[in-house]
Structure formats: structure tokens, C-alpha cells
């Protein structure tokens, strides 16, 4: 993998995603000190890294990742333990099947700071320790993220967000509204050990996930967390941050 500095221009749509990238080749170019990520290839490159920030430019539809490696779609990041700015942005439709694996997510088994990341409509599945964001987290610290979709651990823990947390550290103003299925289901946070992250202002949807349980959190139903009903249930900052949508869950402004 190859990092450049160099002053953004306008992004090559002409570049087709509809395989895996070759991350040992790929560009992800850096301004200011900062990772650029304008798209799948980008996204997934970020296992090439470890304690760098990163941002994201643009939403990033993530369908293209249903085709790759043999089927199994994205490979889950690993080792990251930066932060990344997600600058509200969303990433759409990403595709894991990993039906053998352990650590299952966007992040696999990693840690780190994440805000301002939208994820929706993901569709994930693992064996053991899987989630939404994050398999396999050491000390997670999330906020201002939301999670919409599928998660499924075949022999396991399935969270909204975090299939196994470990260690201390914090989520803070995140939702989820994904359909579960695993051993060991929650709608936040399946499992955990250790001093537990401090979760707070933060739900997931009852109705969608099936689920009454979760390590931190509060659940909703599905009429308390869309439209202007939100505004009322869920304690964010609609003045600056989120904004309502009429039958669909928060977004950020």
C-alpha cells in the first residue's frame, strides 16, 4: 500500500470497485496528516493500517462488496487502533460473510475512535463475536454513529453494534435498528468483560432486532425512534447534529 500526500482534486468516478483492491498497490492518499477515504477501495485498505486518522469524503455504496472474495465479501479491518472521522457520511449496503470466522464487522478485531459514521443497511455474518461495527472491540470508544440492517453470528455473539467489547471506554449518542440472530444476542452489545464501556444516550429498536436486551443502552420501538417521534424519545441534538425524517430513523444534518 502506498500513501501519498498530495492536494485533493476531484474525485475518479471513472474507477470501477467491483472487485477486491490489491491493498499492497492501492493508493490512499493523505492531506494534512489525514487518510482520505472516497471509497470502497479506500475502506477497505484501511487494514494496511494501525494508529492513523482517517476521514471520510464521500457516502460510499458498498454494494459492490457482495462479489468479492469468492463470495465473502469485505474482509473485516483488523489491527486499527486510529480514529476515524466519518465528517457524516454513510456507508451503504456492505456485504461480510465469514461464516467460519471469528471477529466479524467493518472492524474485525480492533479499536480505536469512531464519530460521525453512519452504516446502513449492512448485511453481516460471522461465527463468533459479530457486529455491526465492530467484532471484537479492546476499548471502544464510538459516538455520534448509527447502524441500521443485518447481523447474524451462526455459532455466537451478535450485536448491533459490538459483538464482544473488552476493557473500558465509552458510546455515546449512537443507535442501531438491526435484525439479530446468534447465541448470544444484544442490541448495543452482545457480551463483554472486564471494566464495562460506559454506554450512554444511546438505542437500539426492539422491534426490528427482536431483542429486549443489551450490554448499555436503551431499546425502543420502531414508532418511538422515526419521524418527529424521535425527537421526543432519544436525548441528541436535534438543533445541530441530527435532523428527523418522516417514516425513517435520524440522520445527520
Known sequence: MLVQSVSRTTQDISEIYYSEPNCTTHNLEEVNGII?????????????????????????????????????????????????????????????????????GLFGDSSGYITSLGLNSVNIIGNDEVGGLYGHNKNPEVE???????????????GGMIGFAQANGFIDYTYTAVELEGDNVG???????????????????????????SEGGTGLRTEQMIGDSAEDNM??????????IQNDYPKFK
Not at 455520534?144 to 451478535?158: C, H, P
Open 36 to 104: 482520505q477515504i472516497d471509497n470502497i477501495h479506500d475502506l477497505q485498505c484501511l487494514n494496511q493500517l494501525s494508529e492513523s486518522t482517517v476521514k471520510l469524503n464521500e457516502n460510499i455504496d458498498a454494494s459492490v462488496t457482495e462479489d468479492w472474495n469468492n463470495g465473502k465479501g469485505f474482509e473485516p479491518i483488523d489491527g486499527f487502533e486510529g480514529t476515524v472521522i466519518g465528517n457524516s457520511k454513510e456507508i451503504s449496503n456492505l456485504y461480510i460473510n465469514r461464516l467460519n470466522e471469528q471477529h466479524v
Open 144 to 158: 455520534y454513529t448509527y447502524i441500521t440492517g443485518s447481523v447474524k453470528a451462526t455459532d455466537g455473539n451478535a
Open 187 to 213: 442490541g448495543i452489545i452482545a457480551d463483554q468483560t472486564g471494566n464495562a464501556p460506559i454506554t450512554t444516550v444511546s438505542y437500539w429498536d426492539i422491534d426490528v432486532s427482536q431483542v429486549t436486551e
Open 235 to 244: 436525548e441528541f441534538n436535534f438543533d445541530t447534529t441530527w435532523k428527523t
